[in-house]
């Protein structure tokens, strides 16, 4: 049987990737956010990675759930799915077991894949599907008009929590970390460059990619990132991390993070006390040293982490199970389920 | 050698209890394989426990296996037994009370110690008080028999207890005249690796069979003829068996890839063990974090061209209800099977019911027509999840598939299809992108286009948000989304042009019309047929397709005075005829997580008649 589904899969009527750029991954429909959103930073990213990917556009999907965050794939001229609250992780991993030839990319915000769809998304982490998954987060429900997320301060005061959120919030990079992912990153939607070497950087990836983008809602929780995201502040209060580099920062790069046990602190390269080669390196292949720099995230007296925290590889939740079906026809033949019908004890009756 | 008397019967129906541990399930269906073979028909219902291995000896651990065959054709697993065979008190006092009067009871005398008396609340052993004087009691020391013929062996005690099935299996063999050669078969196959427990298993099943041949226990062998069945090749099928392979079967007819997005649940879990046997077949089983994940997951594979199914039971069906609405939004193919079990909540969980019917018709937020589809016996679920596929392929809506747990685990023989003659039932996936639109609808079936992800210049995007007519864009108009509610409806309600017309047994016009849907199909008909051969004007009805409804079912509901709808639920189809038809329908309801039993509708259509006349 040559079925149309067959035919694409195995490529055979693929045709050269076209030279594409960002306004070919544009689609026609109206861009709906509030004017000002985070979003049009990451589509606008997104569209520009596309091009260098080399993948042709018919064979990408987005896939997403419900949110502000979740109309991203009406937006794009690939293929999209605007699912159900929380479950576009699971709509995801069943088109790319049905179709591991498919990129596809599941976009999500703090509501929909931390909250509703936390399940899903720590089962993705673990099973570690080849997709990537963009989850914005603006620690606040956007679509139905501001009330407190999982990844919310505590202490956050918004219409559900007149008196302050009593909740404390998920570290989405650190909850990947911990439900097994292979491929975990922190990026900003106001600093495009490195938005876009983390989205390329996942794209390459065998396994799961996790992005967390650190998105302003200018309507609903304006300048909760500005500390991390404005000329000002941002040299010192983020660390920028990156593979086999010492953790520097501040404006003159007088700062750095060097670990005290297992504990990092901030040390100053100016008292003479500690220079470059006494500061903490990164190495993104190691899971400890992943856990120790997520977990810097909120907490005050450091800056907080940026960069990919672990991108190891491991084996790919479709590809083993295409593994086993050709081990199974390989052993046993390609089944014939005519023959199945009449296998075992059967009898004739005259 | 004792002289034995063999007589001929027609049909017998056999029961074997014990604790869940004793392997009853193991031994009926061992049994019943053997019985097919030998050509007689057989329906099977299995009764056990939620628990896997409930305290020994309790009442509430037990487990029954119930097979009734004939050399007649045969449509329910017994509403009586003739046989009971009782491993130890709590077995017999639990099942007693289906043995027919004068029926024979084979007990373990071992099993019937001070300790399980009194689990089983019994004041004194009934073996010795007289109260069963009203059956023919065979008294066996199955475990000691077992034990000396291992007695050579190097086998440990609890082996030994546990292998006690095989003999009681072997003394049954004996009795109604069967072959042990097919249990030995599997028995070979089972313990290829461990040849100590083959070699003690095949003994002790051996020594049942010669020790109800040498001794005088029994007097009397049954001979029960082959029945007289179409003729073809067959084999023994469950209705979750059967439901798994009509899935493949349509998979194949449909060029597909099957994809299983599925999440544990009794009783329905089998469905999902049996599909991932079939890698060689290319089948893919997902075994999903939650039920969600298991439909959202399937209706992903159906985005990317798979077929695309979930199975589960009601509990499950709930979870999956928001799933099962985006699916009908966006218009993808995708079968949802429920195998009805006991509700509401996790209510029995190993037990049947046929109350989810209103959930299947209704059960979702806003307008969300579903067709929906029930099996009537453990082989029909084949050919109803076939239809399932078809009808979701052809008209690009999610299909609920209803079976339940008396089919699930019921076996019956099977006339194995001729798959070539099953129908091509291919889905056309639009590869030219000139003037697509994903919502532009065929005009005769009112189903949209499919286009497939990697099919170059058809990029488009679906959503649960509701969709422009033709476009499929966003859209919050009024009028559109009135217009797409009547579109969605009218799509449905057009399957009816599309499905067989139903069909009555009997006279087509009468007195009393019994409708049924669904796994009470063997009792009814069993019922219908008693009465119509005792001259009373009764018509039975039995509907696969409760939406959309056959269009002549208004017309046939007209032509009887009464109507009678039994079901294991409080009454919904009834509620649903009347509803549509404003017919003066009657429900006979019982809801005891059991099939019907066929005297008792016999006895309601008994009198329903009486109240005519």
């Given at each position: 049987m040559s079925t149309l589904v067959e035919e694409i899969m195995k490529g055979t009527n693929e045709i050269p990737v076209p030279k594409y750029t960002a306004k070919d991954f544009s689609s026609d429909q109206d861009v709906r956010w509030c004017p000002g959103c985070g979003d049009y930073s990451i589509l606008a990213q997104t569209q520009r990675v596309m091009p260098d990917l080399g993948i042709p556009k018919n064979k990408m999907v987005f896939v997403s759930g419900i949110g502000c965050s979740s109309r991203f794939p009406y937006y794009m001229e690939t293929y999209g799915f605007h699912s159900i609250h929380g479950r576009a992780t699971a709509v995801a991993s069943g088109l790319k077991i049905a179709r591991p030839d498919l990129s596809v990319w599941v976009v999500t915000g703090d509501g929909d894949g931390m909250s509703i769809g936390g399940n899903h998304f720590i089962h993705l982490m673990r099973r570690n599907l080849d997709l990537q998954v963009l989850l914005f987060n603006n620690q606040i429900y956007g679509l139905t008009k501001g009330q407190y997320s999982p990844t919310s301060e505590m202490g956050k005061v918004t219409k559900s929590t007149p008196y302050g959120s009593v909740d404390y919030p998920f570290n989405p990079a650190a909850l990947a970390l911990g439900a097994s992912a292979t491929f975990v990153a922190r990026t900003l939607d106001r600093d495009p460059k490195h938005m876009q070497g983390i989205i390329k950087r996942a794209a390459e990836h065998k396994g799961t990619s996790f992005v967390e983008i650190y998105q302003?809602?200018?309507?609903?929780?304006?300048?909760?990132f500005f500390p991390f995201t404005e000329k000002e502040t941002k040299d010192d209060n983020v660390v920028f991390i990156e593979h086999g580099k010492p953790l520097l920062f501040g404006k003159e790069k007088d700062k750095g993070i060097k670990l005290n046990g297992f504990s990092p602190e901030v040390v100053s390269l100016k008292d003479g006390k500690n220079s470059v080669n006494d500061l903490l390196v990164h190495n993104e292949k190691d899971t400890t040293l992943s856990f120790i720099l997520a977990d810097m995230t909120y907490k005050p007296h450091l800056p907080r982490p940026v960069g990919i925290f672990l991108a190891i590889d491991r084996p790919v939740y479709e590809a083993e199970m295409e593994r086993q079906i050709a081990f199974a026809q390989e052993k046993r033949g390609i089944g014939d389920f005519k023959k199945l019908l009449n296998s075992g004890e059967t009898w004739v009756v005259q | 050698m004792s002289q034995k008397t063999i007589e001929n019967v027609d049909e017998v129906t056999i029961r074997f209890a014990g604790d869940s541990g004793d392997g009853m399930q193991l031994t009926g269906t061992q049994f019943t394989n053997t019985t097919a073979i030998l050509g007689n028909d057989l329906s099977t219902l299995p009764d056990y426990p939620a628990e896997i291995r409930a305290p020994a000896g309790t009442l509430f651990g037990v487990s029954g296996f119930q097979i009734h065959f004939g050399s007649t054709e045969i449509h329910t697993p017994g509403d009586h037994c003739d046989v009971l065979v009782a491993m130890n008190p709590a077995a017999l006092k639990v099942n007693l009370s289906s043995l027919i009067l004068g029926g024979s009871i084979i007990v373990n005398t071992d099993g019937f110690n001070d300790r399980n008396l009194k689990l089983a609340g019994y004041a004194q052993n009934p073996l010795k008080d007289g109260?069963?004087?009203k059956y023919t009691v065979h008294e066996v020391d199955i475990s000691k028999l077992t034990a000396l013929a291992l007695q050579d062996l190097n086998i440990s005690s609890k082996f030994v207890d546990r292998s006690k099935n095989f003999f009681a299996l072997g003394m049954m063999y004996w009795m109604y005249g069967r072959p042990l050669e097919t249990t030995i078969e599997w028995l070979k196959v089972k313990f290829k690796n461990k040849p100590d427990i083959l070699e003690a298993n095949t003994r002790v099943l051996k020594a049942g069979w010669n020790f109800s041949e040498t001794?005088?226990?029994?007097?009397v062998r049954y001979d029960v003829a082959p029945a007289k069945l179409t003729p073809g090749r067959y084999r023994n099928i469950t209705g979750n068996q059967a439901v798994a392979w009509g899935f493949m079967a349509a998979a194949k007819k449909a060029s597909m890839q099957l994809f299983l997005g599925s999440y544990p649940i009794t009783p329905a879990s089998d469905i999902l063990h049996e599909l991932s046997l079939y890698k060689s077949h290319g089948v893919k089983t997902f075994q999903a974090e939650d039920e969600i994940a298991g439909i959202t997951s399937a209706i992903g594979a159906s985005f990317g061209g798979a077929l695309g199914i979930t199975t589960t039971s009601g509990p499950g069906v709930a979870l999956k209800t928001e799933a099962i609405g985006l699916a009908v939004m966006v218009e993808l193919p995708l079968v949802i099977c429920n195998v009805q079990r006991g509700g509401p909540s996790t209510g029995l969980p190993t037990k049947t019911e046929q109350a989810d019917l209103l959930q299947a018709l209704y059960g979702r937020n806003g307008e969300a027509p579903v067709p929906v589809i029930a099996a009537s016996t453990p082989s029909d679920c084949f050919d109803a999840t076939f239809e399932a596929c078809r009808i979701a392929l052809k008209y690009m809506t999610p299909v609920l598939l209803l079976t339940d747990g008396y089919l699930a685990n019921g076996s019956e023989p099977w006339l194995i299809p001729d798959f070539d003659k099953m129908p091509d039932i291919s889905p056309k996936f639009v590869t030219n992108p000139e003037g697509f639109m994903p919502y532009a609808r065929d005009e005769a079936t009112l189903s949209r286009p499919w286009a497939i992800p990697g099919t170059p210049g058809l990029e488009h995007r679906i959503g649960g948000l509701e969709k422009q007519n033709i476009t499929g864009n966003v859209n919050y108009e009024p009028d559109n989304h009135d217009l797409m509610i009547h579109l969605r409806a009218e799509k449905i309600q057009r399957i009816a042009n599309d499905i067989p017309l139903a069909k009555v047994d009997g006279e087509p016009q009468g007195e009393l019309l019994v409708v049924g849907w669904g796994g009470t199909y063997g009792a009814i008909r069993t019922a219908v047929e008693r009465q119509q051969k005792k001259g009373n004007s009764v018509s039975h009805l039995h509907l696969r397709y409760l939406n959309p409804l056959p269009k002549n079912l208004g017309e046939i509901l007209s032509k009887f005075k009464q109507i009678l709808v039994p079901e294991i639920n409080l009454g919904q189809l009834v509620k649903v005829l009347r509803s549509e038809f404003l017919v003066p329908a009657k429900g006979f309801n019982r809801v005891r997580g059991l099939p019907f039993r066929s005297v008792e509708l016999e006895k309601v259509i008994e009198e329903t008649l009486k109240g005519i006349k």
């Open positions: 302003n809602c200018n309507v609903f929780n304006d300048g909760a | 109260s069963l004087e001794t005088e226990i029994f007097s």
